[in-house]
């Protein structure tokens, strides 16, 4: 099965940017439209950006519109999540998950790789 392992986290200012990674151990990966993923203590883990297996489209929660950018690389078997302009609220555990179907923001595989934390404080 494929597996799913996220990088890239780590402290930044408000203001600041990060880019996450996140790499697939299967081919598969080049099939699926793919899903960054947050979650915060006590709240549900929500879609926050989305691409289908060709990179034709994208989709954003309205909450990081205009300051993240997913991307990825069917070759390396990898997505991008760059992100800008960060703040505070932006501070959560990022994952990668494949995406059930474009139409539904639910994640294909029940299970999930260790996440990749990210801190926004000054």
């Known amino acids: 099965q494929v597996q799913f392992v996220e990088s890239g986290g780590g402290l930044v200012q408000p203001g600041g940017s990060l880019r996450l990674s996140c790499a697939a151990s299967e081919s598969i990966f080049r099939d699926l439209s793919m899903g960054w993923y947050r979650q915060t203590p006590g709240k549900q883990r929500e879609l926050v950006a989305a691409?289908?297996?060709?990179?034709?489209?994208?989709k954003y929660a309205d909450s990081v519109k205009g300051r993240f950018t997913i991307s990825r690389d069917n070759v390396k078997k990898t997505v991008y999540l760059q992100m800008n302009s960060l703040n505070r609220e932006d501070t959560a555990v990022y994952y990668c998950?494949?995406?059930?179907?474009?139409?539904?923001?639910?994640?294909?595989?029940?299970?999930w790789g260790q996440g990749t934390q990210v801190t926004v404080s000054s």
């Open positions: 691409i289908t297996n060709l990179s034709f489209r994208t």
């Open positions: 998950n494949g995406l059930r179907s474009w139409d539904d923001d639910a994640p294909r595989y029940a299970y």
